[in-house]
């Protein structure tokens, strides 16, 4: 485990960690689509089980001075890389309910590919910046379709 310590970096914005939270208890809205036509996955479970916790993994790595060492910086690596692949998901197999779900996929498939490519070069504040970019799309979302 590693022992994070603050060297003047700002925390993640509290707007970010909000929209984490909210991440966490997210229930389903009657306007999402609960599951796929052809696949038993239910949404919130994407949600719950891969988008939320990924998320946090990232946050949590990107506080303070950020990623400690190569292992941690590839561990923010495998984050955006499973977000990024579930931006394709979550469109997938009739998931999506309208334009606001599709657009926060898309911005999704964008900013976390923005983590990546950060995470590849070991640039913090890109990474900041891309994952600021992911909440806030994340929140817009939330925002529409929880209940």
């Not at 949600?47 to 993994?57: K, L, T, W």
């Not at 400690?68 to 009739?94: P, T, Y």
């Not at 998931?95 to 599709?102: M, Q």
Request: proline share 3%.
């Amino acid at each position: 485990m590693r022992s994070t310590k603050c060297v003047g970096r700002q925390l993640v914005p509290a707007a970010v960690l909000m929209a984490l939270a909210v991440g966490v208890t997210w229930t389903v809205g009657e306007a999402q689509v609960k599951k796929g036509k052809s696949r038993a996955a239910e949404t919130k479970y994407l949600m719950r089980g891969v988008i939320q916790p990924n998320c946090a993994g990232i946050g949590k790595l990107l506080k303070d001075s950020g990623p400690a060492d190569d292992k941690a910086w590839d561990d923010v690596a495998c984050h955006a890389s499973v977000l990024n692949e579930l931006s394709f998901a979550v469109m997938d197999d009739g998931r999506c309910p309208d334009k606001t779900w599709a657009d926060a996929a898309k911005v999704l498939r964008e900013t976390s590919g923005k983590v990546l490519d950060a995470a590849k070069t070991k640039k913090l504040d890109d990474a900041n910046a891309g994952f600021k970019e992911l909440t806030t799309a994340c929140g817009a979302c939330l925002k529409a379709h929880k209940k």
